[in-house]
């Protein structure tokens, strides 16, 4: 996929109208979602509890919208010294630093559902960019300084980078992924909104790796 260059005009899809109308659906169908949820964040809470060797939630430092940071929430997959020498580290496919558990919980995408309250408080949408650390977004801007762009909008669950780009354990995959990220800030909508949450679920219960 070709590199958009900071020296192009990048406008967003979705006018103020449309925008409004995606929040009102994030914030009713996380509501919904936890309430319907809440027996399987109850049966995670036990595996987790069960595994007894940290907190259940894992919360980290995100930079979000208008580049504002908010701590996201996750199921905790990893051992607690995943980064015990202080140094931010990618993720991977088959990290060696997921617990039993976790695996388990990443492989079906367990981990993700207690940003149903990320969603809800406003900090996320079910659709937008994956939100990065600092650490990440510093050394991204580097090579493109375009990543400016991802703050005009909420991170979100799922992207179609998410579903298609992979793990983003190289700084290749970084931009590839911002590359998706920027297009998607260009032809967004609701009805693609719409797209890639159907095709997200669908991934989901066919057992389908992303």
Known sequence: ?????????????????????????????????????????????????????????????????????????????????????????????????????????????????????????????FVGPRPERRYFINLIMKENPDYEYIFLMRPGLTSMATLYNGYTDTMQKMLTRLDMDLEYFQRRSLWMDLKVIYTTVSFILKGKKF
Not at 38 to 55: A, E, H, T, W
Request: net charge positive; aromatic share 8%; with cysteine.
């Open 1 to 125: 996929m070709k590199q958009i260059s900071v020296s192009m005009e990048i406008c967003d899809g979705m006018n103020a109208a449309e925008k409004a109308i995606k929040r009102g659906f994030d914030a009713v169908c996380a509501l919904v979602g936890l309430i319907f949820l809440s027996p399987v964040f109850l049966l995670v809470y036990i595996l987790l509890k069960r595994q007894g060797d940290g907190p259940v939630i894992f919360r980290q430092e995100r930079i979000g919208y208008k580049g504002q940071p908010f701590y996201i929430l996750k199921f905790r997959s990893m051992r607690m010294d995943s980064e015990k020498d202080g140094r931010p580290c990618l993720a991977k496919k088959g990290d060696e630093r997921l617990t039993p558990v976790g695996k388990f919980l990443r492989e079906h995408h367990l981990d993700e559902l207690p940003q149903l309250w990320n969603v809800l408080r406003g900090d996320m949408s």
